[in-house]
């Protein structure tokens, strides 16, 4: 699939993140991720599940949650990612369906999960508006009455001009710099981001593309889908959303 950018193609590989991000994923994330916070809150919400991750990865939550004693089945783009999840403790016996879940249809869980969760900004990877009320569809499709999805992605900041943004630092360890270029089309809500990793003169680079959304914006997809908005805080520990918030956690439920 291509889309514009900046007045020239760009091509959407659903899977390209993966590839070129998978062996060094964990590494560049950890610290980055309150995983204990969206356990517990994942883990109550979903009740006695089955539960549905869409973009899986690494298996950051979905490992946590089948310690908990919930069925967790996860999808993915990419088979890079989903190999690093299989390499871990107990991977292996997670279900994983390798397909684009901006249109997903899983017979056996159709109706069926107490949650569906789609975390750490995955609702922007996908190339537009269109596929991101697909994805609010497709979680739409595997719930039961009452079940929740789930939604945890940046707020967009209104103070972003067009073209290049300020390069920002992400990592800066003895044994690793990571650094972040962005380029901003406020048209056509997207960036395209560059990540700079630099360890122990091993220079890496990770390009990505996002198409941003102001949270309002995922509510009215939510409407679209059938989904009825519940909640929504600054972060995993339920503090409360506000102007100034950078982060949220959407909560939207069917029926």
């Known amino acids: 699939m291509a889309t514009r950018y900046g007045g020239a193609p760009v091509t959407h590989d659903p899977a390209g993140y993966g590839r070129r991000m998978a062996a060094d994923y964990d590494a560049i994330y950890a610290g980055r991720h309150d995983t204990d916070g969206a356990v517990e809150l994942l883990a109550e919400l979903a009740g006695a599940g089955p539960v549905l991750e869409l ?34 403790p107990d991977g292996a016996g997670v279900p994983v369906t390798i397909a684009d879940f901006t249109d997903l249809r899983l017979p056996e869980l159709q109706s069926a999960c107490t949650l569906v969760a789609l975390v ?3 609702i922007f990877a996908v190339p537009d508006q269109a596929a991101q009320v697909g994805c609010y569809r497709s979680a739409a499709r595997h719930l039961r009455p009452g079940g929740h999805f789930v939604v945890e992605a940046w707020v967009p900041d209104s103070g972003w001009s067009a073209g290049h943004l300020p390069v920002r630092s992400l990592v800066v360890d003895a044994d690793r710099v990571i650094v972040e270029t962005a380029e901003h089309d406020p048209v056509r809500q997207t960036l395209r981001t560059t990540k700079v990793s630099l360890a122990d003169g091993d220079l890496r680079l990770y390009p990505a593309n996002h198409r941003y959304a102001w949270p309002a914006e995922l509510d009215l997809m ?9 909640a929504r805080w ?18 939207y439920r069917r029926g």
């Open 55 to 88: 973009g899986i990865g690494t298996g950051r939550l979905a490992l946590p949650l089948r310690r908990r004693g919930l069925a967790v089945h996860g999808v993915d783009a990419s088979d890079a990612m989903v190999a690093e999840l299989r390499g871990k």
């Open 120 to 122: 750490f900004n995955t």
């Open 222 to 230: 939510a409407e679209l889908a059938g989904l009825r908005p519940v």
């Open 234 to 251: 600054a972060d995993w520990r339920r503090s409360p959303f506000t102007a100034d918030s950078r982060q949220h956690v959407s909560v």
